[in-house]
């Protein structure tokens, strides 16, 4: 599913719970879901699509998903016919917009409303991810600063050093 960022699980129970081989089918239905997330859920389509180099008995796919929707990481949806991922677990979120505007707001009075990158002051500010949240930034104030809306644009996701290359070239 193209614009879903997968979170650090390892620390996450659920995930910790399910066997290393539950834990790759898992990884290969999340490469498998279609534009609407869904995969059929008749285990040998499951085996077809997710282990198509491997010999794996039906009776062992079964089961991984089992434990799969045991663990509270793959749900039945109601057409009765696919699975789909409870989300929560798997994806990381993006803070709500109140949070956000709170912490959008600490970080320009923290940079004094100026852009890092050009030290533009005021006008059209916007909060910047230096690490970008789609490559793993997290939304800490340390990996966040004020941005001019043109520099902002400009460095999209780009890495910091990237952005400043770029900056140097133009
Ligand atoms: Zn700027």
Redesign the pocket.
């Given at each position: 599913m193209p614009n879903r960022i997968l979170r650090d699980w390892t620390d996450i129970e659920n995930v910790n719970n399910l066997s290393a081989e539950a834990e790759v089918l898992l990884v290969r239905i999340l490469m498998k879901l279609d534009v609407k997330g869904k995969l059929i859920s008749n285990p040998r389509v499951i085996r077809a699509y997710c282990f198509p180099l491997k010999k794996i008995p039906e009776n062992k796919i079964t089961k991984w998903i089992q434990e799969l929707t045991d663990n509270d990481l793959i749900h039945y949806n109601s057409d009765g016919k696919t699975i789909s991922i409870n989300r929560t677990n798997i994806f990381r979120q993006r803070l709500c917009s109140s949070k956000w505007r709170i912490i959008v707001k600490q970080v320009f009075e923290r940079d004094n409303y100026t852009?890092?990158?050009?030290?533009?002051y005021g006008g059209k500010l916007e909060c910047d991810h230096i690490i970008p949240f789609s490559k793993g930034g997290t939304d800490e104030l340390e990996n966040l600063t004020t941005?001019?809306k043109?520099?902002?644009q400009t460095k999209k996701d780009m890495y910091l050093e990237d952005f400043l290359k770029l900056k140097s070239t133009k």
């Amino acid at each position: 599913m193209p614009n879903r960022i997968l979170r650090d699980w390892t620390d996450i129970e659920n995930v910790n719970n399910l066997s290393a081989e539950a834990e790759v089918l898992l990884v290969r239905i999340l490469m498998k879901l279609d534009v609407k997330g869904k995969l059929i859920s008749n285990p040998r389509v499951i085996r077809a699509y997710c282990f198509p180099l491997k010999k794996i008995p039906e009776n062992k796919i079964t089961k991984w998903i089992q434990e799969l929707t045991d663990n509270d990481l793959i749900h039945y949806n109601s057409d009765g016919k696919t699975i789909s991922i409870n989300r929560t677990n798997i994806f990381r979120q993006r803070l709500c917009s109140s949070k956000w505007r709170i912490i959008v707001k600490q970080v320009f009075e923290r940079d004094n409303y100026t852009c890092s990158y050009c030290g533009q002051y005021g006008g059209k500010l916007e909060c910047d991810h230096i690490i970008p949240f789609s490559k793993g930034g997290t939304d800490e104030l340390e990996n966040l600063t004020t941005a001019c809306k043109s520099c902002n644009q400009t460095k999209k996701d780009m890495y910091l050093e990237d952005f400043l290359k770029l900056k140097s070239t133009k």
